[in-house]
């Protein structure tokens, strides 16, 4: 299975608003609403900021959303702050039981 | 609070084996499914594959390319989750991490690094 399509970067000013996007099929993100989204600062292990397409595990920020339409999955993030850079991954459940992540995206606040 | 620590990571000749070790805390490890992920230097996440509870019967699903090479494993009673990784390739050099899955995988250990190279 091919990784899910993120784009490579994006970038903000803060306080602005992004919107990730991540397209896969409906043998996966398409077929279930078990999207998630993780945050990876360098060095460090990522971070889980969705789960289930837009609920926001304890902890995370509200400035965190995520939404699905079809088979692309999206991650905004609103009032972007400076700590806020960081590469972003998308994953799904998929068909053939397994998990599957998106390439990643490069977020940087300018 | 919620740990997990890998551990066994080195580096390794091409075509040997080597098991990485996940020991768990703060939560009844028996009740989770144990993912192993991994992330390529400089590169993005790969899923390895994960073991799902007991009360699931400990079924297993790998990812397309450790299939047949790699086998996880766990021991609940030591709270410990196995990767068993055999005829290693280059292409497999990467910082492995095991992590806890339930509504997405919330909770992730260090990493350790494995480096395939003669």
């Known amino acids: 299975q091919s990784a899910l399509t993120q784009p490579a970067s994006v970038s903000g000013s803060p306080g602005q608003s992004i919107t990730i996007s991540c397209t896969g099929t409906?043998?996966?993100?398409?077929?279930?609403?078990?999207v998630s989204w993780y945050q990876q600062q360098p060095g460090k292990a990522p971070k889980l900021m969705i789960y289930e397409v837009n609920k926001r595990p304890s902890g995370v920020s509200n400035r965190f959303s995520g939404s699905k339409s079809g088979n692309t999955a999206s991650l905004t993030v609103s009032g972007l702050q400076g700590e806020d850079e960081a590469n972003y991954y998308c994953?799904?459940?998929?068909?053939?039981?397994?998990?599957?992540f998106g390439g990643g995206t490069k977020l940087t606040v300018l | 609070e919620v740990q997990l620590v890998e551990s066994g990571g080195t580096l390794v000749q091409p075509g040997r084996s080597l098991r990485l070790s996940c020991t768990a805390s703060?939560?009844?490890?028996?009740?989770?499914?144990i993912h192993w992920v991994r992330q390529p230097p400089g590169k993005g996440l790969e899923w390895v594959g994960f073991?799902?509870?007991?009360?699931?019967?400990?079924?297993?699903e790998y990812g397309a390319s450790v299939k047949g090479r790699f086998a996880i494993s766990r021991d609940d009673s030591k709270s410990i989750a196995y990767l068993q990784m055999n005829s290693l390739r280059s292409e497999d050099t990467a910082v492995y991490y095991c992590c806890r899955g339930h509504s997405g995988l919330g909770a992730w250990g260090p990493g350790t690094l494995v480096t395939v190279s003669s």
């Open positions: 994953s799904s459940y998929t068909s053939s039981n397994s998990l599957l």
């Open positions: 409906s043998s996966d993100v398409g077929g279930y609403n078990f």
């Open positions: 703060g939560f009844t490890f028996g009740d989770y499914t």
């Open positions: 073991i799902r509870p007991k009360a699931y019967d400990e079924t297993i």
